[in-house]
């Protein structure tokens, strides 16, 4: 897995506190994704390979925020998160009204 910082936690992105600061979410949230990319066959095999140019502020903002120093690791994480989204907002708004008003819930 990847190198993540030790002197500092990995962080949320952008998400601040009552400080102003980042929520801290730890080496778990990394090791979740990283873990579920693994089981779905996305880490399988790394023959790939990506280039392009970037702001270095956007990398160091990016490695400052998760605490994953190596630039490899941090495209990898980058990139499975995204792989990995459910899109459960798009698919909540496209259920609005979908649901019968006349429904009991129980509440």
């Given at each position: 897995?990847a190198?993540?910082s030790?002197?500092k936690p990995?962080a949320?992105?952008g998400?601040?506190d009552?400080?102003?600061?980042?929520v801290?979410?730890?080496k778990a949230?990394?090791?979740?994704v990283m873990q579920?990319?693994q089981?779905?066959g996305?880490?399988s095999?790394?023959?790939?390979?990506?280039?392009?140019r970037v702001?270095?502020?956007?990398?160091?903002?990016?490695k400052?925020?998760?605490g994953i120093?190596?630039?490899t690791?941090?495209?990898?994480?980058?990139?499975a998160?995204?792989?990995?989204?459910?899109?459960?907002?798009a698919?909540?708004?496209k259920?609005?009204?979908?649901?019968?008003?006349e429904?009991k819930?129980g509440f």
């Amino acid at each position: 897995m990847a190198k993540t910082s030790a002197s500092k936690p990995a962080a949320r992105g952008g998400k601040p506190d009552a400080k102003g600061g980042l929520v801290a979410v730890g080496k778990a949230r990394f090791e979740a994704v990283m873990q579920a990319a693994q089981r779905s066959g996305l880490l399988s095999e790394k023959s790939g390979r990506i280039g392009g140019r970037v702001s270095p502020a956007l990398i160091e903002q990016a490695k400052q925020q998760t605490g994953i120093e190596a630039d490899t690791d941090l495209i990898e994480f980058a990139l499975a998160t995204v792989a990995l989204e459910d899109n459960f907002a798009a698919t909540f708004r496209k259920s609005r009204g979908k649901v019968d008003p006349e429904l009991k819930l129980g509440f």
